[in-house]
Protein backbone atom coordinates (compact mmCIF):
# COMPACT_ATOMS: atom_id res chain seq x y z
CA UNK A 1 0.00 0.00 0.00
CA UNK A 2 0.93 3.89 -0.89
CA UNK A 3 2.16 6.45 1.92
CA UNK A 4 3.67 8.18 4.03
CA UNK A 5 5.83 6.62 7.24
CA UNK A 6 7.00 8.76 9.99
CA UNK A 7 9.42 7.33 12.32
CA UNK A 8 10.29 7.46 15.47
CA UNK A 9 6.20 7.79 16.79
CA UNK A 10 7.66 9.37 19.73
CA UNK A 11 11.38 10.22 20.29
CA UNK A 12 13.23 11.79 23.30
CA UNK A 13 16.06 14.52 23.29
CA UNK A 14 18.03 16.34 25.83
CA UNK A 15 18.85 19.52 26.03
CA UNK A 16 21.78 20.55 23.25
CA UNK A 17 21.59 17.46 20.69
CA UNK A 18 20.01 17.40 17.85
CA UNK A 19 17.68 14.39 16.52
CA UNK A 20 16.60 13.72 13.45
CA UNK A 21 13.53 12.69 12.28
CA UNK A 22 12.52 10.43 9.21
CA UNK A 23 10.35 10.55 6.53
CA UNK A 24 9.48 8.19 3.72
CA UNK A 25 7.21 8.21 1.14
CA UNK A 26 6.13 5.90 -1.67
CA UNK A 27 3.33 7.75 -3.36
CA UNK A 28 5.83 8.93 -5.99
CA UNK A 29 5.36 12.41 -4.91
CA UNK A 30 7.64 15.23 -5.98
CA UNK A 31 6.50 17.28 -2.96
CA UNK A 32 7.18 16.87 0.68
CA UNK A 33 6.26 19.21 3.83
CA UNK A 34 7.37 19.10 7.55
CA UNK A 35 4.77 20.68 9.67
CA UNK A 36 4.39 21.21 13.87
CA UNK A 37 2.14 21.11 15.75
CA UNK A 38 1.84 22.54 19.41
CA UNK A 39 -1.15 21.76 21.45
CA UNK A 40 -4.70 23.52 20.55
CA UNK A 41 -3.02 25.17 17.68
CA UNK A 42 -2.81 24.57 13.93
CA UNK A 43 -0.37 23.47 11.84
CA UNK A 44 2.65 25.41 10.74
CA UNK A 45 5.00 24.87 7.79
CA UNK A 46 8.63 24.38 8.71
CA UNK A 47 10.11 23.64 5.68
CA UNK A 48 9.16 22.13 2.12
CA UNK A 49 10.07 20.53 -0.54
CA UNK A 50 8.86 20.24 -4.47
CA UNK A 51 11.77 18.18 -6.03
CA UNK A 52 14.92 16.25 -5.37
CA UNK A 53 17.83 18.36 -4.02
CA UNK A 54 15.77 21.61 -3.69
CA UNK A 55 13.90 22.66 -0.47
CA UNK A 56 12.54 25.95 0.74
CA UNK A 57 12.18 27.50 4.50
CA UNK A 58 8.59 28.19 5.90
CA UNK A 59 7.15 30.20 8.20
CA UNK A 60 8.81 28.89 11.21
CA UNK A 61 12.35 26.96 10.06
CA UNK A 62 14.85 28.36 12.40
CA UNK A 63 16.58 26.43 14.45
CA UNK A 64 15.48 22.87 11.66
CA UNK A 65 17.48 21.36 8.48
CA UNK A 66 16.56 19.03 6.11
CA UNK A 67 18.00 17.59 3.08
CA UNK A 68 16.57 15.66 -0.13
CA UNK A 69 18.76 13.60 -1.64
CA UNK A 70 16.18 11.11 -2.70
CA UNK A 71 12.17 11.98 -3.95
CA UNK A 72 11.18 9.47 -1.05
CA UNK A 73 12.85 10.71 1.78
CA UNK A 74 12.96 13.66 3.37
CA UNK A 75 14.38 13.93 7.09
CA UNK A 76 14.04 16.95 9.30
CA UNK A 77 16.85 17.27 11.86
CA UNK A 78 15.92 19.56 15.14
CA UNK A 79 19.20 21.15 16.27
CA UNK A 80 20.27 22.62 19.21
CA UNK A 81 19.41 25.73 18.10
CA UNK A 82 15.62 25.07 18.34
CA UNK A 83 15.03 26.64 21.86
CA UNK A 84 11.32 24.82 22.28
CA UNK A 85 11.27 21.59 20.03
CA UNK A 86 8.75 19.70 21.96
CA UNK A 87 6.17 19.19 19.65
CA UNK A 88 4.16 16.81 17.48
CA UNK A 89 5.97 16.79 13.93
CA UNK A 90 3.68 15.83 10.79
CA UNK A 91 5.42 14.73 7.32
CA UNK A 92 3.44 15.09 4.19
CA UNK A 93 3.03 14.74 0.61
CA UNK A 94 1.20 16.42 -2.40
CA UNK A 95 1.45 15.67 -6.32
CA UNK A 96 3.03 18.89 -8.15
CA UNK A 97 1.50 21.20 -11.00
CA UNK A 98 -2.24 21.37 -9.64
CA UNK A 99 -3.89 21.92 -6.37
CA UNK A 100 -4.41 18.50 -4.82
CA UNK A 101 -4.74 17.03 -1.15
CA UNK A 102 -1.64 16.33 1.14
CA UNK A 103 -1.07 12.60 2.48
CA UNK A 104 0.26 12.78 6.45
CA UNK A 105 1.85 10.53 7.84
CA UNK A 106 1.36 9.37 11.65
CA UNK A 107 3.57 12.17 13.23
CA UNK A 108 6.47 12.02 15.74
CA UNK A 109 6.11 13.09 19.04
CA UNK A 110 8.96 14.86 20.26
CA UNK A 111 9.87 15.76 23.92
CA UNK A 112 12.63 17.71 25.43
CA UNK A 113 13.94 15.50 28.30
CA UNK B 1 -0.73 38.61 6.16
CA UNK B 2 -2.73 35.03 5.37
CA UNK B 3 -4.21 33.09 7.39
CA UNK B 4 -7.20 30.51 8.00
CA UNK B 5 -9.24 30.49 11.08
CA UNK B 6 -12.23 29.07 12.73
CA UNK B 7 -15.10 30.32 14.30
CA UNK B 8 -15.61 27.54 16.80
CA UNK B 9 -12.73 26.20 18.84
CA UNK B 10 -15.54 23.26 20.02
CA UNK B 11 -18.19 21.69 19.37
CA UNK B 12 -20.33 19.30 21.31
CA UNK B 13 -23.25 17.59 19.54
CA UNK B 14 -25.52 14.46 19.87
CA UNK B 15 -25.34 11.39 18.32
CA UNK B 16 -27.57 11.30 15.08
CA UNK B 17 -27.24 15.16 14.66
CA UNK B 18 -25.90 16.91 12.15
CA UNK B 19 -22.59 19.27 12.78
CA UNK B 20 -21.54 22.13 10.80
CA UNK B 21 -17.96 23.48 11.33
CA UNK B 22 -17.35 26.72 10.15
CA UNK B 23 -14.10 28.33 8.85
CA UNK B 24 -12.95 32.10 7.27
CA UNK B 25 -10.29 32.75 5.10
CA UNK B 26 -8.49 35.86 4.26
CA UNK B 27 -6.87 35.10 1.24
CA UNK B 28 -9.19 36.16 -1.56
CA UNK B 29 -6.82 34.78 -3.92
CA UNK B 30 -7.13 30.88 -2.49
CA UNK B 31 -8.84 28.89 -4.73
CA UNK B 32 -8.35 25.60 -3.42
CA UNK B 33 -9.57 24.30 -0.08
CA UNK B 34 -9.39 20.96 2.15
CA UNK B 35 -11.18 19.71 5.11
CA UNK B 36 -8.93 17.49 7.22
CA UNK B 37 -9.94 15.62 9.82
CA UNK B 38 -7.26 14.27 13.02
CA UNK B 39 -7.87 11.77 15.92
CA UNK B 40 -5.82 12.21 18.95
CA UNK B 41 -1.86 11.63 18.45
CA UNK B 42 -2.91 10.55 14.56
CA UNK B 43 -1.69 12.80 11.13
CA UNK B 44 -4.62 14.15 9.60
CA UNK B 45 -7.10 12.65 7.16
CA UNK B 46 -8.66 14.05 4.16
CA UNK B 47 -11.80 14.23 4.13
CA UNK B 48 -13.41 16.61 1.22
CA UNK B 49 -11.98 19.40 -1.03
CA UNK B 50 -13.20 21.68 -2.98
CA UNK B 51 -12.09 24.33 -5.84
CA UNK B 52 -13.05 27.96 -5.85
CA UNK B 53 -14.94 27.72 -9.16
CA UNK B 54 -17.67 25.52 -6.76
CA UNK B 55 -20.56 26.18 -4.02
CA UNK B 56 -20.90 22.87 -2.82
CA UNK B 57 -19.31 19.38 -3.20
CA UNK B 58 -21.00 16.13 -1.35
CA UNK B 59 -19.21 13.30 -0.02
CA UNK B 60 -20.08 10.06 2.42
CA UNK B 61 -22.24 12.03 4.73
CA UNK B 62 -20.30 15.45 4.90
CA UNK B 63 -21.02 18.29 2.87
CA UNK B 64 -18.65 21.27 2.03
CA UNK B 65 -19.78 24.65 1.65
CA UNK B 66 -17.74 27.31 0.27
CA UNK B 67 -18.96 31.22 -0.24
CA UNK B 68 -16.47 33.14 -1.67
CA UNK B 69 -18.48 36.56 -1.08
CA UNK B 70 -17.73 36.63 2.38
CA UNK B 71 -14.59 33.77 2.16
CA UNK B 72 -16.09 31.10 4.48
CA UNK B 73 -15.86 27.61 4.29
CA UNK B 74 -17.94 25.43 6.00
CA UNK B 75 -18.35 21.70 6.89
CA UNK B 76 -21.43 19.52 7.18
CA UNK B 77 -21.53 16.27 9.20
CA UNK B 78 -25.30 14.39 8.67
CA UNK B 79 -25.96 12.10 11.43
CA UNK B 80 -22.86 12.38 13.49
CA UNK B 81 -21.49 9.37 14.98
CA UNK B 82 -19.06 9.16 18.47
CA UNK B 83 -16.53 8.03 15.94
CA UNK B 84 -15.98 11.79 14.21
CA UNK B 85 -14.92 13.05 17.25
CA UNK B 86 -11.62 14.59 16.06
CA UNK B 87 -10.41 17.86 15.50
CA UNK B 88 -11.51 18.92 12.13
CA UNK B 89 -9.28 21.30 10.01
CA UNK B 90 -9.39 23.37 7.09
CA UNK B 91 -6.67 24.22 4.69
CA UNK B 92 -6.42 26.57 1.91
CA UNK B 93 -4.31 27.22 -0.85
CA UNK B 94 -3.87 28.49 -4.47
CA UNK B 95 -2.32 27.36 -7.61
CA UNK B 96 1.12 28.62 -8.20
CA UNK B 97 1.83 28.89 -4.67
CA UNK B 98 3.64 25.52 -4.74
CA UNK B 99 0.55 23.84 -3.53
CA UNK B 100 1.48 25.19 0.53
CA UNK B 101 -1.43 24.86 2.35
CA UNK B 102 -2.52 27.02 5.05
CA UNK B 103 -4.43 25.65 8.18
CA UNK B 104 -6.70 27.27 10.49
CA UNK B 105 -6.62 26.35 14.12
CA UNK B 106 -8.59 23.47 14.21
CA UNK B 107 -12.35 22.62 15.75
CA UNK B 108 -12.68 20.12 18.33
CA UNK B 109 -15.99 18.01 17.90
CA UNK B 110 -17.38 16.16 20.60
CA UNK B 111 -19.90 13.61 19.92
CA UNK B 112 -22.07 13.11 23.35
CA UNK B 113 -23.74 9.73 22.84
Known amino acids: DGGITQSPKYLFRKEGQNVTLSCEQN?????MYWYRQDPGQGLRLIYY???????QKGDIAEGYSVSREKKESFPLTVTSAQKNPTAFYLCASTRTGANTEAFFGQGTRLTVV | GESVGLHLPTLSVQEGDNSIINCAYSNSASDYFIWYKQESGKGPQFIIDIRSNMDKRQGQRVTVLLNKTVKHLSLQIAATQPGDSAVYFC????????????FGTGTLLAVQP
Open chain 1, 27 to 31: LNHDA
Open chain 2, 91 to 102: AESRLGATNKLI
Open chain 1, 49 to 55: SQIVNDF
